[in-house]
C-alpha cells in the first residue's frame, strides 16, 4: 500500500513542476512578442505609416546622392578649375533634380568659355548656352552671353559666335557698343566670319525696324562698325556683299566719315564704277585743304581706275590739280601759319554741321 501511494505522489509531484514550467515558458513568448512589436514597428500589421516613409526613404535614396550634396560637389569642382568634372557632376545633377543654381550655371560657362587650351570647351559652353535659352532662358544673363559670344569670336569660331549672338537678338538684348565693335572686330578676321557679320548686321536692323513701336532699346551698330565690315568685304575681295552693306547704311541713315568714303571708293574700284568715283570727287573736292589728306586713299582709287580704262588725260588731270591744290596749301602754310591755325578750326565747325549724299548714302566730309 505504501509504495502505491509513494508512486501517486511523485506522478503528482511531476505534474506541478511541468505545469509550471509550461506557464513560464509561456509567459516569455507573450513577453517577447510585446517587445517585437515596439522594437520592429514595421512587422506589426498595426504600423502601415511606418512601413510607407520606409519605402519612400529607400527609393530616394536608390535614386542618387542628395542634391545638396551634388551642388557642393560642384561648386568645389568649379572652384579647383575642375572643367571635366564639373561638366559631369553637372549633367549628373540636372538628371536627378533639374538646372542647378544660376550661379553655379555662370560659373560653368564662364570656366569652359574661358579654358584656353581646348577648342571642345568652348564647343561644350556654346552648346550649353543653347539648350539651357531654350529650355529655361532666365538662367542666362547678357553678361554670360556676352562672355561666351567674345571667347568664341577670339578664339576664331565665327559660326557659333554668331549663333550665339543671334540668340541674344533673340531675346532683344545685345552688348554696349563698344563690346559689339570688339565682337565684330574678331569676327570680320576670317571671310566666313566677314559674310556672317554682313548677314547680323542685317538681321539687327531688321529688329530695330520691327520693335520701333515698343518701348525696346537695341544697341545700334554705328559707323565704326560698318566701317570694319566694309573694310573686310574689301579685304577678302567680296564686293557684292560690301554693296549690300551700304545699301543697308542708306536705307537706315547710318551716317558714314572719311574712312567709309575710302572704303566705299575701293569697292568702287574693284567693280570697275569709274563713274560713281567721278560723282564723288565733286564732293571730295570741295574739303578744306587741311582736310583733304584724310582723303588721299580716295584719289589713289580714282586714279587707279583711269588706269584700268587707259584714260591717260583724266588720271593726267587728277595729279596735276592734286599738284596745284598741294603747292598752294604749302605756301599759304608756311607764310600765315597763324592764319592756318584759324581756318582750320573754321573747317571744323563747318564741317561738322556739313553732309554730302553719295548714291543714298550720307557721308561726312570730316575724319
Known amino acids: 500500500m505504501f509504495p502505491s501511494l509513494i508512486r501517486a505522489n511523485q506522478r503528482g509531484f511531476l505534474r506541478l513542476l511541468l505545469s509550471e514550467r509550461f506557464a513560464f515558458i509561456s509567459h516569455n513568448v507573450s513577453y517577447h512578442q510585446h517587445l517585437n512589436r515596439y522594437d520592429n514597428p514595421f512587422r506589426n500589421p498595426s504600423s502601415k505609416n511606418f512601413s510607407t516613409i520606409g519605402t519612400q526613404l529607400e527609393k ?170 566694309l573694310d573686310a568685304c574689301v579685304r577678302f575681295k567680296a564686293p557684292l556683299k560690301g554693296h549690300l552693306i551700304i545699301e543697308l547704311m542708306a536705307f537706315n541713315g547710318v551716317i558714314g566719315d572719311a574712312h567709309t568714303a575710302v572704303i566705299i571708293a575701293r569697292l568702287h574700284e574693284m567693280n570697275g564704277n569709274r563713274d560713281e568715283l567721278n560723282k564723288y570727287k565733286e564732293c571730295i573736292d570741295m574739303v578744306p585743304k587741311p582736310l583733304i589728306h584724310h582723303y588721299r586713299q580716295f584719289y589713289d582709287c580714282l586714279l587707279s581706275s583711269h588706269f584700268k580704262f587707259n584714260d591717260i588725260d583724266s588720271a593726267s588731270a587728277v595729279l596735276y590739280g592734286e599738284l596745284v591744290s598741294s603747292r598752294k596749301f604749302l605756301l599759304a602754310s608756311t607764310k600765315h601759319w597763324v592764319c592756318r591755325k584759324i581756318a582750320i578750326s573754321a573747317c571744323v565747325q563747318m564741317l561738322s554741321t556739313h553732309v554730302f549724299i553719295w548714291g543714298g548714302l550720307r557721308l561726312l566730309t570730316i575724319f
Not at 568649379?78 to 571635366?84: F, P, S, T
Not at 557659333?160 to 549672338?165: E, G, I, R, Y
Open 60 to 229: 530616394l535614396y536608390s535614386k542618387g546622392p542628395s542634391r545638396w550634396f551634388l551642388q557642393e560637389k560642384l561648386e568645389k569642382a568649379l572652384k579647383e578649375h575642375q572643367v571635366d568634372d564639373a561638366l559631369e557632376i553637372y549633367y549628373d545633377f540636372k538628371r536627378l533634380y533639374g538646372y542647378p543654381d544660376q550661379f553655379l550655371v555662370a560659373n560653368l560657362i564662364s570656366e569652359l568659355s574661358y579654358k584656353s587650351d581646348s577648342r571642345k570647351c568652348l564647343q561644350k559652353a556654346c552648346d550649353l548656352v543653347t539648350s539651357i535659352s531654350k529650355e529655361k532662358p532666365v538662367l542666362l544673363k547678357p553678361d554670360l552671353m556676352t562672355k561666351v559670344t567674345l571667347a568664341l569670336g577670339r578664339a576664331q569660331i565665327p559660326v557659333l559666335a554668331s549663333n550665339v549672338l543671334r540668340l541674344m537678338l533673340e531675346k532683344k538684348i545685345l552688348p554696349s557698343s563698344d563690346i559689339l565693335q570688339i565682337i565684330f572686330l574678331h569676327l570680320i578676321r576670317t571671310e566666313i566670319g566677314t559674310y556672317l557679320s554682313s548677314n547680323i548686321l542685317d538681321e539687327i536692323f531688321q529688329k530695330l525696324n520691327a520693335e520701333k513701336s515698343s518701348n525696346t532699346e537695341l544697341t545700334k551698330p554705328d559707323s565704326t562698325i560698318f566701317n570694319l565690315v
